[in-house]
C-alpha cells in the first residue's frame, strides 16, 4: 500500500519561496509519474505540476508556469516542489499524487491519480 507525506508548507510572504516534500513509501515499480495537486477553499483539486519517475518529463498548471519546478529523487522516494514567487491566489492546500497504472496520456486530473497524501498548507499572504 502507497503511503505519502507531505511536508514544508507554512506561512510566506508575496514574492517569497517555498520547498514542499513528499516521501513516498510502498511504490509500485509499475509507478510511472506522480504529481502536485492544490485545492482552495470550495474549489476543485487543481493541477499543478507533473514529473515522470524515469525520464523525469515535467508538466505545469498555467498558473504556476515559470515559478514552480518539480523534482524527484528516486535514491530517496522523495518528490519535490520548489515554488518561488509565490502569490497569495497560490494560498491551498497542496497534495502530492501517485498517477494510476495504465494511464497513457500526461494526467493533469486528479482522476488520474488513486493514492494521495493528506496535504500540506501553504498560505501566502500581501
Known amino acids: 500500500q502507497v503511503q505519502l507525506e507531505e511536508s514544508g508548507g507554512g506561512l510566506v510572504q508575496t514574492g517569497g519561496s517555498l520547498r514542499l516534500s513528499c516521501v513516498a513509501s510502498?511504490?509500485?515499480?509499475?509507478?510511472?509519474?506522480m504529481g502536485w495537486f492544490r485545492q482552495r477553499p470550495g474549489k476543485e483539486r487543481e493541477f499543478v505540476a507533473r514529473?515522470?519517475?524515469?525520464?523525469?518529463?515535467?508538466h505545469y498548471g498555467e498558473s504556476v508556469k515559470g515559478r514552480f519546478i518539480i523534482s524527484i529523487d528516486n535514491a530517496k522516494n522523495t518528490l519535490y516542489l520548489q515554488m518561488n514567487d509565490l502569490r497569495p491566489n497560490d494560498t491551498a492546500v497542496y497534495f502530492c499524487?501517485?498517477?494510476?497504472?495504465?494511464?497513457?496520456?500526461?494526467?493533469?486530473?486528479?482522476?488520474?491519480?488513486?493514492?494521495w497524501g493528506q496535504g500540506t498548507q501553504v498560505t501566502v499572504y500581501s
Open positions: 514529473i515522470t519517475r524515469i525520464a523525469t518529463y515535467t
Open positions: 499524487a501517485v498517477q494510476r497504472p495504465g494511464i497513457g496520456a500526461v494526467a493533469t486530473t486528479a482522476e488520474m491519480y488513486d493514492s
Open positions: 510502498g511504490l509500485a515499480f509499475s509507478t510511472t509519474a
